[in-house]
């Protein structure tokens, strides 16, 4: 009995063994190993990708094929995740395609390593090692930083060279809700704002007036209050927002008009794209907001994308017009004085607009002196809060607006303190050439081009208007494009900046802005 008790554990170890040694064998000539937990962060992958070449995107159930035939020598092309069944031919050495995949089996590419298509698994911290170990740190993202607000959002911001110049940066924001820190919640749509004059995303949208980002909630600002309702927020600071107060020396703003800005615009879309198909939201295009001028910018780089023949390199998806009128209805003759006498200035050589100094100083003396008498309207009885609301309040210096709807009383919609600190942290400069083309492109007399192609716009189109700021005069410019999907919304009472600093906007304003990109996702 104790032999064969023997035989039988001698037995048992020995089979043991040898499946032991056999499932050793099959894992290690399996390709399909278990995925290494990732560590890496998208910012890490970003900082590794060459920004410059064009880029093509690639959706689910578009064609591979068509990208290939359509790219342009250098382009780079990324693709998401699908099932790809198309026999592919690549006869051009000099593009690069790379393929993402969150997740085992989502991703199907018929002769992708044939092709010389890089697959990256964004799942696999070795597909993430073996694709970035091909790679150098390429230098184009600076000052990178992640602040947590609450409710689980954060703000994302860094800086992007798109130039040679000292102030051919641009600083690109994102606040988006997230599961985990870097892994954003599965999004219900998406915007990227651009700012208007003097200030940037921040300044704007994101915490204008506040007195710190503690202050940042969904009543006080639109980005919190859209990443809370799971939209994906995505903006821009131009690079003239960099320049110091100090500044004496402006021929860098020589020639710096809305053509340059939508060209900034249109590299920082893309860079967001990328970002979103890295953090698992797809490739989908976007939803380009402009507020006051920066609508200038909005419809001038919807202008410059209807010329591009590949639809992969169109980064717009619907367009959001708030507050100001691109072109007048009956405009031919409108803006000829004030583009000309911008014009003499800067054909005399002053490149720059000091208008933000006046604001600035309004909005400092209002929010530290406001009982003071004011310096700028030397009555000797005008105080500077009422200077302010004078102003800005009731278009006293006649900007054909109102910045706030209010009275000699005070404000209507928004804060007093609010709306002071957010005017006197305005920035002293931007570029003349701005200035000159907002009305030189309702002069009839005057040639600009970035009007050229509005009449081949054809994306979903909201405009959301202020009664007491540009109101109903905004709604025609959508009438000149091709778009058939168009929708106005006036907000009653509200001035310009209230769209952003009123006290009721999230219900006013910002609730319609988020039904619409819902319900065009």
Same mark, same amino acid.
């Given at each position: 009995?104790?032999?064969? *008790?023997?035989? *039988?554990?001698?037995?048992?170890?020995?089979?043991?063994?040898?499946? &032991?040694?056999?499932?050793?064998?099959?894992?290690? +000539?399996?390709?399909?190993?278990?995925?290494?937990?990732?560590?890496?962060?998208?910012?890490? @992958?970003?900082? *590794? %990708?060459?920004? =410059?070449?064009?880029?093509?995107?690639?959706?689910?159930?578009?064609?591979?094929?068509?990208?290939?035939?359509?790219?342009?020598?250098?382009?780079?092309?990324?693709?998401?995740?699908?099932?790809?069944?198309?026999?592919?031919?690549?006869?051009?050495?000099? @593009?690069?395609?790379?393929?993402?995949?969150?997740?085992?089996?989502?991703?199907?590419?018929? /002769?992708?390593?044939?092709?010389?298509?890089?697959?990256?698994?964004?799942?696999?911290?070795?597909?993430?090692?073996? !694709?970035?170990?091909?790679?150098?740190?390429?230098?184009?993202?600076?000052?990178?930083?992640?602040?947590?607000?609450?409710?689980?959002?954060?703000?994302?911001?860094?800086?992007?060279?798109?130039?040679?110049?000292?102030?051919?940066?641009?600083?690109?924001?994102?606040?988006?809700?997230?599961?985990?820190?870097?892994?954003?919640?599965?999004?219900?749509? /998406?915007?990227?704002?651009?700012?208007?004059?003097?200030?940037?995303?921040?300044?704007?949208?994101?915490?204008?007036?506040?007195?710190?980002?503690?202050?940042?909630?969904?009543?006080?600002?639109?980005?919190?209050?859209?990443?809370?309702?799971?939209?994906?927020?995505?903006?821009?600071?131009?690079?003239?927002?960099? =320049?110091?107060?100090?500044?004496?020396?402006?021929?860098?703003?020589?020639?710096?008009?809305?053509?340059?800005?939508?060209?900034?615009?249109?590299?920082?879309?893309?860079?967001?794209?990328?970002?979103?198909? $890295?953090?698992?939201?797809?490739?989908?295009? $976007?939803? $380009? $907001?402009?507020?006051?001028?920066?609508?200038?910018?909005?419809?001038?780089?919807?202008?410059?994308?209807?010329?591009?023949?590949?639809?992969?390199?169109?980064?717009?998806?619907?367009?959001?017009?708030?507050?100001?009128? !691109? *072109?007048?209805? +009956?405009?031919?003759?409108?803006?000829?004085?004030?583009?000309?006498a911008v014009l003499d200035q800067i054909n005399g050589g002053v490149f720059q607009n000091t208008n933000g100094q006046f604001f600035q100083t309004l909005g400092f003396l209002a929010h530290n002196l406001p009982d003071e008498h004011s310096p700028i309207i030397d009555d000797?009885?005008?105080?500077?809060?009422?200077?302010?609301?004078?102003?800005?309040?009731?278009?006293?210096?006649?900007?054909?607006?109102?910045?706030?709807?209010?009275?000699?009383?005070?404000?209507?919609?928004?804060?007093?303190?609010?709306?002071?600190?957010?005017?006197? /942290?305005?920035?002293?400069?931007?570029?003349?050439?701005?200035?000159?083309?907002?009305?030189?492109?309702?002069?009839?007399?005057?040639?600009?081009? !970035?009007?050229?192609?509005?009449?081949?716009?054809?994306?979903?189109? &909201?405009?959301?208007?202020?009664?007491?700021?540009?109101?109903?005069?905004?709604?025609?410019?959508?009438? %000149?494009?091709?778009?058939?999907?168009?929708? +106005?919304?006036?907000?009653?009472?509200?001035?310009?900046?209230?769209?952003? &600093?009123?006290?009721?906007?999230?219900?006013?304003?910002?609730?319609?802005?988020?039904?619409?990109?819902?319900?065009?996702?």
């Amino acid at each position: 009995m104790k032999n064969l *008790k023997f035989i *039988k554990n001698y037995l048992n170890i020995f089979f043991l063994g040898l499946f &032991l040694v056999f499932f050793s064998a099959c894992s290690a +000539n399996d390709p399909e190993q278990l995925p290494t937990p990732v560590t890496s962060t998208w910012n890490e @992958i970003l900082m *590794k %990708l060459d920004l =410059v070449p064009e880029t093509a995107f690639v959706q689910n159930g578009e064609s591979i094929q068509d990208a290939v035939d359509a790219a342009l020598s250098g382009d780079v092309i990324y693709i998401e995740p699908g099932n790809y069944n198309e026999n592919l031919s690549i006869n051009k050495p000099d @593009i690069k395609l790379i393929a993402l995949s969150y997740a085992p089996n989502d991703l199907s590419i018929k /002769n992708s390593k044939e092709n010389n298509i890089e697959i990256l698994e964004l799942y696999d911290q070795k597909s993430i090692d073996d !694709f970035l170990n091909n790679r150098i740190n390429q230098n184009q993202i600076t000052d990178f930083s992640r602040t947590e607000l609450s409710g689980k959002i954060a703000h994302y911001q860094f800086k992007i060279r798109v130039g040679t110049g000292e102030f051919d940066v641009i600083r690109i924001h994102r606040v988006v809700r997230e599961i985990s820190s870097y892994h954003p919640v599965q999004t219900k749509g /998406n915007v990227f704002m651009v700012h208007g004059a003097f200030t940037g995303f921040e300044g704007t949208f994101l915490a204008s007036g506040l007195e710190s980002e503690n202050d940042i909630n969904a009543n006080t600002s639109a980005p919190f209050y859209l990443a809370s309702n799971d939209i994906d927020v995505w903006g821009i600071d131009m690079g003239w927002t960099a =320049v110091p107060d100090s500044t004496t020396e402006f021929s860098f703003m020589d020639g710096w008009g809305y053509e340059k800005d939508a060209e900034h615009t249109l590299y920082a879309l893309r860079i967001a794209r990328l970002v979103d198909g $890295l953090t698992e939201q797809g490739f989908s295009s $976007l939803n $380009l $907001l402009g507020f006051s001028s920066g609508n200038t910018v909005a419809y001038t780089t919807a202008n410059r994308e209807t010329q591009r023949s590949n639809m992969m390199k169109r980064h717009i998806k619907g367009l959001i017009s708030v507050d100001n009128a !691109f *072109k007048i209805e +009956n405009g031919g003759g409108f803006g000829c004085a004030s583009a000309q006498a911008v014009l003499d200035q800067i054909n005399g050589g002053v490149f720059q607009n000091t208008n933000g100094q006046f604001f600035q100083t309004l909005g400092f003396l209002a929010h530290n002196l406001p009982d003071e008498h004011s310096p700028i309207i030397d009555d000797g009885s005008t105080t500077n809060i009422q200077a302010f609301r004078l102003v800005f309040a009731m278009d006293a210096f006649g900007f054909g607006f109102n910045f706030f709807g209010g009275e000699f009383g005070g404000l209507f919609n928004s804060d007093e303190e609010r709306a002071t600190r957010a005017v006197a /942290n305005y920035s002293h400069y931007m570029p003349n050439q701005l200035w000159y083309e907002i009305d030189a492109v309702n002069c009839s007399s005057m040639n600009v081009t !970035f009007d050229d192609h509005i009449d081949l716009i054809s994306v979903p189109i &909201l405009y959301i208007g202020a009664e007491l700021g540009a109101g109903v005069a905004g709604q025609y410019t959508s009438s %000149l494009t091709a778009g058939n999907d168009v929708t +106005n919304h006036i907000v009653p009472g509200f001035g310009h900046a209230d769209n952003f &600093l009123g006290n009721n906007a999230d219900q006013l304003m910002w609730s319609e802005l988020r039904n619409w990109i819902g319900d065009h996702r």
